[in-house]
């Protein structure tokens, strides 16, 4: 982070701090100063802070991981003492578990549980163990991690960082940069990272070039492996997208490539590499590495420890991911990384002083549940979205300006390296020319060595004759006539005659070798001269390169300070939005919601009018059908009066008809009196037939009438029916419309209340990222199975044992008056009790853990982890025969066995609620009492609540 950047944030820190009360600045202690800092910039509001026994778990939890006793836990839940929390974490940072904790932290951080291959796990933590025993600063720490080459017995353990990863280059550049540099800078190797703009590839073999000299020396005769080192060996790249390409020299992330010590080939090395001898070079690149890292300057080193130590007690860092340290990921919190990076660097790097002063925070302390009504930061966030908005555009414009300078320094860069190359493969060429000199000298002076062993072989004969001979001839002196003796006199003399003479010609032959060495030496002499005068001329040469590259290194830091400070303003734009549009949820929600009764309303309106409709058309069915009747009626009269008419009509016609043929008879016989008479009768007959035809007429003509009257009136009610039912059908269709539209406010009002719950799990995100509520945070594998067997009363039976043991090397009444050795004593028995339930703890791990060589921080389940819980037999049978059972299962009173049972397992009392199952339990199997507290402690200690650290 170059200037610009690192004086605004400290300015705002320090504005911060100011703006918060008259207390001065250095006289308060850094976990004050940090809440300050933490909550003057929220946005959102704030948790409350957790109760005193979700503190308690997890202060036991972050700080030696375990979890209290139940009497640990009720005495301080019962204690009325103000500072009873502040108290309780000098105890814990005292505690002879702490450095045992923290060596597991420190050991899964850097070795992500790789299997062991040259160093064994055991050795490593006790050396990490003893680390945090005497509160090594972790610049020092990480100086012998970076450093060690296994050959001092006091550091061996601390080489295992880079022996157990095989010394492989790819592999230790990688997890250096990810470790102690907070850069995962893997997808650099071959390009520039294509999904983090501000990872180069030469980020990448900067790191690359410290580490790609070193290697694993196996020492056969002490079958051990050890690192050793080469004097040569470059660091180039070529990118695969756009063909650039380069030679590196050592280079931190975001600083310049180093300056280095040059010597001559065959005046490089200490120890000289050779067949079964670890080569020792004169200047050592990894050796600079660690010098580099830890000397207090370099930013990102600092930053990185910092970060992650802010990680390991608040459940995420600053920067999150914590191996992600780039402008596109600021941290949460800017200034607050700045003031405890700088105030741990100022306190030398100790890490005991920095998690106090964590742990000591609000911050720290703050409830897993989020605040319910964020109402006043949602209605303060409006106003402050200008000036935000307009300071993000300004922001971005100076991005994009520091970035068009870093594409053209960029270009200057290249420019500089290509002229540089013709200058650089002369001097390659004269190295190689010495190289090419240099061998000669090595197979003569190898010549040389052979022959010196075998005349050093040789020589230790001829003096073992010697002595042999010498002895004798004393002998042939006591006994002269002994033929046996006088033998052997003359078989030493002619071995020894034979052994000088052969000794000769050897020391004869080294003086022709050695004539030969120095030759070839005097020719390697010659090759100097040029080779020093093409590197004098390179170093000329590459000054531009340098200043070019220093340029872009300036430039490019600043860009990088630019884009953070536009992402910081970036992200705060964004959480002011989130806050607004929680409010706008919120807002869309009410008035979803409220849409639904005037809904109700309408719907309940059309409803009662298609009742009402539905009674007139019931009325009008009705008269319907009973004019349909009397249609029927009046139709059936006027058939029946127009069947009568007929009738009538047709004996009328009869009657004329007969009239009219008796008068034709008549005609033909006048005078007949029968025929007189008979058509006088008929005559008679005729008139009263013509009026009884007419009545009948007239009836027909009445109900014809009545008829077409019943019909017109029937007509009309149909009519008047049709249109009551069509009316009905319209109304229905209301109905139905309304119904539709209540049925859709209910889904925009159960839509919108899920927007509201997203826009609210957003915000809860993000305040959680702000450190203003506590993050949820599962266990790890050993957390968990330490906290299972302190839970179940696994361990307190083991000990008496393990304190006996103990008691033999290191008596209490030895250390009853010197507290550092009680402590000593304590800290030798933790780390006994923990080594011998290191199996059941590498189960948990097993079940628990990530992959070897992955990040161990992640949550995961599986069907193995609950199969174990419940089938595996280990954990149901600490429930079922742990000293927690047997404590128990005594208790009579069902309100003192669930208190107890929940202190030693969750580390808080029970609810009434909780209280009552328990007691309901144990009433409904009194017979099976030990399966009923079995079956409770197996629930508890399953439980989500036990499995996460909140």
Request: aromatic share 6%.
């Amino acid at each position: 982070m170059t200037s610009r950047l690192t004086k605004t944030l400290l300015f705002l820190a320090l504005f911060s701090l100011l703006a918060t009360g008259p207390v001065a600045f250095a006289q308060e202690p850094l976990h004050l100063r940090l809440d300050q800092l933490v909550e003057s910039s929220q946005i959102g509001p704030l948790a409350p802070l957790a109760n005193d026994a979700e503190f308690l778990r997890r202060a036991y939890l972050d700080l030696i991981g375990a979890i209290p006793s139940s009497a640990e836990a009720r005495t301080f839940l019962d204690d009325p003492s103000p500072n009873k929390r502040e108290l309780l974490v000098d105890r814990l940072l005292a505690s002879p578990r702490f450095p045992i904790h923290m060596a597991t932290q420190f050991d899964v951080m850097l070795m992500e549980r790789r299997p062991d291959k040259h160093v064994p796990t055991p050795e490593w933590q006790k050396y990490l163990q003893a680390a945090f025993e005497q509160n090594k600063p972790y610049d020092q720490l990480a100086r012998e991690i970076l450093s060690s080459d296994g050959t001092d017995p006091a550091l061996r353990p601390a080489a295992k960082f880079f022996l157990d990863r095989d010394a492989e280059p790819h592999s230790s550049s990688r997890d250096v940069g990810r470790m102690f540099f907070g850069m995962d800078l893997q997808c650099a190797q071959c390009h520039d990272h294509p999904l983090i703009d501000h990872y180069l590839q030469a980020d990448y073999y900067g790191l690359f070039a410290f580490l790609n000299r070193t290697e694993v020396f196996t020492d056969a005769a002490q079958k051990k492996s050890f690192l050793a080192e080469k004097a040569d060996g470059d660091a180039s790249y070529k990118s695969v997208f756009t063909g650039d390409a380069a030679n590196t020299r050592p280079q931190l992330p975001g600083m310049s490539e180093i300056d280095e010590p040059r010597f001559r080939l065959g005046e490089d090395y200490v120890t000289a590499p050779a067949p079964n001898v670890r080569p020792v070079p004169k200047y050592s690149r990894r050796a600079k590495l660690a010098e580099l890292a830890t000397n207090g300057t370099n930013r990102q080193f600092n930053l990185n420890i910092a970060n992650r130590l802010w990680a390991l007690v608040m459940g995420r860092g600053l920067v999150h991911p914590v191996d992600l340290h780039h402008p596109a990921n600021p941290p949460a919190h800017p200034a607050a990384l700045e003031l405890v990076t700088n105030e741990f660097v100022a306190q030398k790097y100790n890490m005991k002083w920095l998690l106090r002063e964590l742990v000591l925070t609000r911050t720290y302390q703050r409830s897993i549940d989020p605040p319910t009504d964020p109402a006043p930061q949602v209605a303060a966030a409006a106003p402050q979205v200008p000036a935000v908005e307009a300071e993000l555009a300004r922001l971005k414009g100076v991005a994009d300006e520091s970035q068009k300078q870093v594409t053209a320094i960029r270009t200057e860069l290249k420019a500089a390296r290509t002229a540089f190359e013709p200058v650089e493969a002369a001097w390659k060429k004269t190295e190689a020319a010495v190289a090419e000199a240099k061998k000669p000298v090595d197979a003569a002076a190898a010549a040389v060595a052979k022959s010196q062993g075998e005349a050093a072989t040789k020589q230790a004969g001829l003096n073992t004759i010697n002595e042999a001979a010498a002895k004798s001839a004393e002998a042939a002196k006591v006994l002269p006539n002994d033929k046996d003796v006088a033998a052997a006199v003359a078989t030493f003399t002619a071995k020894q005659q034979q052994l000088t003479a052969e000794l000769a010609a050897i020391q004869k032959t080294i003086t022709d070798q050695t004539a030969a060495h120095q030759a070839a030496q005097a020719k390697l002499v010659e090759a100097y001269a040029p080779a020093d005068a093409a590197y004098a001329a390179a170093v000329e040469a590459r000054k531009p390169v340098d200043a070019a590259k220093a340029k872009f290194i300036e430039v490019w830091n600043q860009h990088k300070s630019d884009a953070l400070a536009a992402t910081i303003q970036r992200k705060r734009l964004d959480g002011l939005q989130s806050h607004l549009g929680f409010g706008t949820a919120i807002a869309t929600a009410a008035a979803a919601q409220g849409a639904i009764d005037p809904a109700k309303a309408e719907l309940a309106a059309a409803a009662l009018a298609v009742e009402q409709q539905q009674a007139e058309v019931t009325k009008q069915t009705v008269a319907v059908t009973e004019i349909e009747k009397a249609m029927v009626e009046a139709t059936k009269q006027l058939e029946e009066a127009k069947v009568q008419f007929t009738t009538k009509q047709g004996i009328v016609q009869s009657v004329a008809e007969a009239i009219s043929k008796t008068d034709a008879a008549l005609q033909k016989l006048p005078g007949d009196a029968e025929l007189t008479l008979v058509v006088q009768k008929l005559k008679d007959r005729q008139e009263p037939l013509v009026k009884e035809a007419s009545t009948f007429e007239q009836a027909v003509t009445v109900r014809d009438t009545t008829a077409k009257d019943v019909a017109s009136k029937m007509a009309g009610m149909k009519q008047t029916l049709a249109a009551a039912t069509t009316e009905m059908t319209t109304r229905q269709q209301t109905v139905t419309a309304k119904t539709n539209a209540v049925n859709q406010s209910i889904a925009n009002a159960q839509a919108t209340q899920a927007a509201v719950v997203s826009a609210r799990g957003q915000l809860v995100d993000a305040w959680t990222v702000a450190a203003a509520v506590r993050p949820l945070k599962q266990l790890s594998p050993e957390q968990l199975g330490w906290a299972v067997m302190q839970a179940t009363g696994v361990l307190e039976p083991q000990r008496p044992g393990v304190d006996a043991e103990i008691e033999k090397t290191i008596p209490k009444a030895g250390t009853a008056n010197d507290p550092a050795k009680t402590l000593a004593r304590e800290i030798q028995l933790e780390s006994l009790l923990h080594e011998k339930n290191r199996g059941n703890l590498n189960v948990f791990v097993s079940m628990y853990g990530q992959s070897a060589g992955q990040p161990q921080d992640d949550f995961f389940a599986t069907p193995d982890q609950a199969l174990y819980v419940a089938n595996g037999g280990t954990v149901v049978g600490w429930a079922a025969g742990g000293q927690l059972a047997q404590r128990i299962g005594p208790l009579e009173d069902p309100k003192t066995l669930a208190d107890e049972l929940y202190l030693s397992i969750l580390t808080r009392r029970p609810t009434d609620a909780e209280i009552t199952e328990v007691t309901q339990q144990l009433a409904a199997r009194t017979a099976e009492k030990p399966v009923v507290i079995r079956d409770l402690i197996w629930a508890l200690v399953t439980s989500a609540e036990f499995r996460f650290n909140h």
